[in-house]
């Protein structure tokens, strides 16, 4: 059972890439088959997208993961995971350096987001993979974009 845990909650990079490209309800069962619980799911509008979220393992208001899909039907999708470091990130970041994405951008904390302390931004032809470093101890995250969705949200400011 705990491998079963594991395994469920430990998306790897090529997962993450499909799942942007995929409807919500397709993510939706995705995810469900892994044993993920879905939360919420905020519709879009006309200021905003839609927010689904699903996390793993939950208990009460925390969780071992997170998985939050942006979505609206005028632009692609972004993906987000959030999980506690380990081998799971750590496979994550081995996987973007063999894509040799390169490295788009890097900084430090983002404005309005007072629980990240670190960003990077990677590159290849088709994607951005925005690498986030949280305050939280061993706390990671991932954010899948297309590539000119990326330039599209960092223009108006809405990474």
């Known amino acids: 059972m705990l491998s079963f845990t594991s395994m469920g909650q430990g998306l790897n990079l090529s997962q993450l890439l499909k799942l942007q490209g995929m409807g919500k309800q397709e993510v939706a069962l995705f995810l469900q088959e892994k044993g993920w619980v879905a939360k919420s799911d905020v519709e879009p509008s006309d200021a905003k997208m839609g927010k689904a979220v699903w996390a793993f393992n939950p208990e009460g208001e925390g969780a071992d993961a997170w998985c939050i899909l942006y979505y ?88």
Do not use: C, W
């Open 72 to 159: 609206n039907g005028a632009s692609p999708n972004r993906i987000l995971y959030n999980t506690q470091g380990g081998p799971v990130f750590d496979k994550i970041r081995k996987h973007v350096k063999q894509r040799e994405m390169a490295v788009l951008e890097e900084g430090e904390q983002i404005e309005g987001l007072d629980f990240v302390d670190a960003y990077t931004d990677y590159a290849d032809s088709q994607f951005v993979a925005r690498l986030y470093d949280y305050k939280q101890i061993n706390y990671y995250g991932i954010k899948i974009f297309t590539k000119e969705d990326y330039h599209k949200a960092k223009e108006t400011a809405k990474l």
